[in-house]
């Protein structure tokens, strides 16, 4: 197993929140399901924030 660190931001008008929930789009399974595609193993993610639906997330600073 291994650790990485992801720092994102996206544009969350499309989704249901962060967390995953069954049968909504949400940021958290999203990005799970990229990155399988890309490893060939699965993932879980976690956060040290979350969003409510709707919200953007951007990073600010370097």
């Known amino acids: 197993m291994r650790n990485i ?15 995953k929930q069954p049968n909504k789009l949400n940021i958290q399974g999203t ?11 699965p993932v879980e ?3 040290s924030g979350r969003t409510d639906a709707g919200v953007h997330a951007f990073r600010s600073g370097s």
């Open 5 to 19: 660190k992801l720092v994102i931001e996206y544009d969350g008008k499309d989704f249901n929140g962060w967390q």
């Open 31 to 41: 990005i799970e399901k990229a990155i399988e595609v890309v490893t060939k193993e």
């Open 45 to 47: 993610l976690m956060a």
